[in-house]
């Protein structure tokens, strides 16, 4: 990944948070002829005995669930808003261009966890994204039969997280006069992202 050291986000805890606001992650692996393999799945991320966890389910027999079975190393990358950043707003404008944005890359091994791990699981996706004490597609809500035979088509994982780096690449790199035109170019765009980007430079350096 591009991790030059002024894009690495050295506070820890503020990582973690970055990775709670944007669960649905990108999973990649590879099988026993390391064929890769990908998906998307909502997880969580936990803390126990100074250790991080992620946390979620994925359906059976497919590549991504058949690949982990043989080989459990795993890379989960969550990503945020990301904006162009055009060199023609630099003081020294004859310079490539380049992107801004926020990503975290998280690598350890998955495990496969038992059918309790599944119910605990499914009960706290469904609720957490709910939101919502009423909603009728709580957990609590679904038959018994409708959730067994959910679980017999899906699997729950636990992955130990052995390295977690965010890159946040937020203009760090540039003078104060190019950075404060950036934040203005990016927060006067239609673009949602690029306002939002916006946003976090101006918190970042003020």
Avoid: C
């Avoid at 099988?31 to 059976?60: C, N, Y």
């Avoid at 709580?138 to 959730?147: A, K, P, R």
């Amino acid at each position: 990944m591009y991790n030059l050291a002024h894009f690495v986000e050295k506070d820890e805890a503020k990582v973690r948070e970055f990775v709670r606001a944007h669960p649905f992650a990108f999973i990649t692996g590879s099988d026993a002829q390391h064929w890769p393999v990908a998906t998307q799945i909502p997880v969580f991320i936990d803390e126990r005995e100074g250790k991080i966890f992620l946390s979620g389910h994925m359906m059976k027999q497919t590549d991504h669930h058949l690949a982990f079975l043989q080989n459990p190393n795993a890379l989960v990358v969550f990503t945020g808003a990301h904006t162009y950043v055009s060199a023609s707003w630099y003081k020294d404008q004859k310079q490539a261009s380049t992107w801004n944005y926020m990503s975290v890359h998280a690598k350890g091994r998955l495990q496969f966890q038992d059918e309790q791990a599944l119910l605990d699981i499914l009960k706290r996706t469904t609720n957490y994204f709910e939101n919502n004490p009423h909603s009728p597609s709580l957990f609590e809500q679904l038959s018994d039969d409708y959730v067994h035979r959910l679980a017999k088509a899906i699997v729950a994982f636990e992955i130990e997280v052995l390295e977690m780096v965010g890159i946040f690449k937020l203009s760090q790199n540039r003078d104060d006069a190019s950075y404060r035109n950036i934040v203005e170019k990016l927060g006067s765009k239609e673009d949602t992202d690029a306002n939002e980007i916006a946003a976090i430079m101006q918190s970042r350096r003020k």
